[in-house]
């Protein structure tokens, strides 16, 4: 069945260091691909998407890229600041499985000042 | 802001107790997805529905039950409650029923603690 896969966390890193949140994903369909942010206390939020193949998402100064060949769409941003810390989710959807979303288990970032 | 609004914020209850949590989706948008959040299970999709009828179903038990109203605000019944259900309940909202772009709105969530 369809599912993504997120790298475990934590996560911490220093303040303006370099941040990548690997996603890859299993789908029998063509799924378009998300990243959903949570901040402590708050419901998902949605970062960046992407519906096709090669397609680039980017807000805040992160992106994320649709990989067919390598079905990845790692979350990446150049420099991160305090207030990026939260838990990141990765998430598919399909028509094929109903429009169904299915998410990864969270990333949980500190980034310290 | 998402605009999705949920209610209440937090619910304590005890073992064997029904209770009902509410979701107003945002304006214009005419599905709601329900999602249960705990530690142990991850973000898990429980059911949708569309303009009124059930959509899709997910992961939801059978002592769990929704519905949405001709105002689309949608209620989720939670009953004969378990210590295993306490956890984070969202709602989404998203402006159509199907379509891989469609995107989900989150509300802030409840918090359902059973004691």
């Known amino acids: 069945g369809d599912s993504v896969t997120q790298m475990e966390g934590p996560v911490t890193l220093s303040e303006e260091a370099f941040l990548t949140i690997n996603c890859t994903y299993t789908a029998t369909g063509y799924p378009s691909l998300f990243w959903y942010v949570q901040y402590p206390g708050e419901g998902l939020q949605l970062l960046l998407k992407a519906t096709k193949a090669d397609d680039k998402g980017s807000n805040k100064g992160f992106e994320a890229t649709y990989r067919k060949e390598t079905t990845s769409f790692h979350l990446e941003k150049g420099s991160v600041q305090v207030s990026d810390s939260a838990v990141y989710f990765c998430a598919l959807r399909t028509v094929d499985t109903g429009n169904q979303f299915y998410f990864g288990t969270g990333t949980s970032l500190t980034v310290i000042p | 802001d998402s605009g999705v609004t949920q209610t209440p914020k937090h619910l304590i209850t005890a073992t064997g107790q029904r209770v009902t949590l509410r979701c107003s989706p945002r304006s214009g948008d005419l599905s709601v997805y329900w999602y249960q959040q705990s530690l142990d299970q991850g973000l898990q999709f429980l059911i949708q529905?569309?303009?009124?009828?059930?959509?899709a179903k997910g992961n939801i038990l059978e002592r769990f039950s929704a519905q949405q109203f001709p105002d689309l605000h949608s209620e989720l019944n939670l009953s004969s409650l378990e210590l295993g259900d306490s956890a984070l309940y969202f709602c989404a909202s998203s402006v159509s029923g199907g379509g891989s772009t469609d995107t989900q709105y989150f509300g802030p969530g409840t918090r359902l603690t059973v004691l």
């Open positions: 529905y569309y303009n009124g009828e059930e959509r």
